[in-house]
C-alpha cells in the first residue's frame, strides 16, 4: 500500500520512502511493516525524502526537487548531515534535465555515485564535512 519513492536494503530491513518525512522499513520477505521513523533536523520535518541509498547504518535520501542529500541516522530519524549537490552540472549541462534523483554507492571505491533525471552525467563523489 501507499507510494515508494525510494527503497534501500540496510542489511536487515528494506527502507522505503514515499515521498513525505516517514520511512517505512519492511521485512524483505513479507514486506509487511516492521518499523517507522519520522526523520527530523533541528526538530523539524523533513518532507519529500526520495531517493534512498543504505551505507555502513546510515541511509542517505535525496530531498525531492532539491539538490540536497540527507544523511539519516536509521534508529532515531535524526539528520546527521546535509550535503549540497549544487553545482555538479555546469550551465551547459543543465538544458533539458530534471531533478537529482539517483544515489548509490561503489563499496569498493568508497564513493558515491550522483546522477538526476535525464542528466546527461553521473559523478564519482566522496562527502566531506564543510
Given at each position: 500500500?501507499?507510494?515508494?519513492?525510494?527503497?534501500?536494503?540496510d542489511g536487515v530491513a528494506l527502507v522505503?520512502?514515499?515521498?513525505?518525512?516517514?520511512?517505512?522499513?519492511?521485512?524483505?520477505?513479507?514486506?509487511?511493516?516492521?518499523?517507522?521513523?519520522?526523520?527530523?533536523?533541528?526538530?523539524?520535518?523533513?518532507?519529500?525524502?526520495?531517493?534512498?541509498?543504505?551505507?555502513?547504518?546510515?541511509?542517505?535520501?535525496?530531498?525531492?526537487?532539491?539538490?540536497?542529500?540527507?544523511?539519516?541516522?536509521?534508529?532515531?530519524?535524526?539528520?546527521?548531515?546535509?550535503?549540497?549537490?549544487?553545482?555538479?552540472?555546469?550551465?551547459?549541462?543543465?538544458?533539458?534535465?530534471?531533478?537529482?534523483?539517483?544515489?548509490?554507492?561503489?563499496e569498493t571505491s568508497e564513493t558515491f555515485?550522483?546522477?538526476?533525471?535525464?542528466?546527461?552525467?553521473?559523478f564519482e563523489v566522496v562527502f566531506e564535512?564543510?
Amino acid at each position: 500500500e501507499g507510494q515508494g519513492w525510494g527503497l534501500c536494503f540496510d542489511g536487515v530491513a528494506l527502507v522505503m520512502s514515499d515521498g513525505s518525512s516517514s520511512l517505512t522499513m519492511r521485512d524483505p520477505e513479507t514486506f509487511m511493516i516492521v518499523g517507522t521513523v519520522i526523520v527530523q533536523l533541528n526538530g523539524s520535518d523533513v518532507a519529500l525524502l526520495n531517493e534512498l541509498e543504505c551505507v555502513a547504518g546510515k541511509i542517505y535520501a535525496n530531498i525531492w526537487q532539491t539538490d540536497t542529500i540527507v544523511e539519516i541516522d536509521p534508529a532515531t530519524g535524526d539528520v546527521m548531515a546535509v550535503i549540497d549537490a549544487a553545482g555538479l552540472l555546469d550551465g551547459t549541462d543543465t538544458a533539458g534535465v530534471d531533478v537529482l534523483n539517483g544515489i548509490a554507492y561503489d563499496e569498493t571505491s568508497e564513493t558515491f555515485l550522483l546522477t538526476g533525471k535525464l542528466w546527461p552525467a553521473m559523478f564519482e563523489v566522496v562527502f566531506e564535512p564543510s
